[in-house]
């Protein structure tokens, strides 16, 4: 009947995936991946190439990245990290960060000495001239406007000046104020 064919052939199913047949994965025969090199190279794939930008460093600048970042730099704005003046072309590199991903994908999370801080978004930003990084010069500022809906009236400035000992973005609170432009 069908029933009974339909037994025997649930039967014989059951015997075929017998666990004892298997054959034995041998664990160590596997190599796992080298998972920090993993990731760094899966976030590399994510990340957005930096815009370049050269000019003058005796001629006051206003650079706009393709986020709409805008950065009022004035002349003679950077130095050397000896202290000495800059004279001719700097090169400025910009790398915007507005989205989640993006802060992810730069290894950028935004936390300060433990605490989860709230973004309104990021930007990475290089000064070099000849490949030597600059500093900004003593008393010089850089305007900057980022890109918002909404200003939050209780927010911060912070800024980084490298990585931490686990590779983070160390940020640190700035005294500047912030206002909706």
């Not at 130095?79 to 993006?102: A, K, N």
């Amino acid at each position: 009947t069908i029933k009974t064919l339909l037994f025997l052939g649930l039967l014989a199913a059951i015997q075929a995936c017998n666990p004892n047949d298997e054959p034995a994965l041998d664990v160590n025969s596997v190599n796992p991946p080298d998972s920090r090199f993993e990731l760094e190279r899966f976030l590399a794939s994510g990340r957005e190439p930096m815009q370049e930008f050269t000019f003058d460093a005796s001629t006051p600048q206003e650079i706009r990245g393709e986020e709409g970042t805008l950065l009022r730099i004035p002349a003679n704005a950077f130095v050397h990290p000896s202290g000495t003046p800059i004279t001719g072309t700097v090169q400025v590199r910009l790398r915007e960060m507005y989205s989640p991903g993006d802060l992810i994908f730069n290894n950028a999370a935004t936390v300060s000495n433990g605490q989860i801080l709230s973004s309104g978004g990021s930007f990475e930003l290089e000064v070099q001239q000849n490949g030597q990084d600059l500093r900004l010069a003593t008393n010089a500022q850089i305007g900057v406007q980022v890109p918002t809906d909404s200003v939050d009236p209780n927010m911060q400035l912070f800024t980084a000046r490298g990585r931490d000992t686990a590779n983070q973005v160390a940020w640190q609170p700035q005294n500047v104020a912030v206002a909706d432009t």
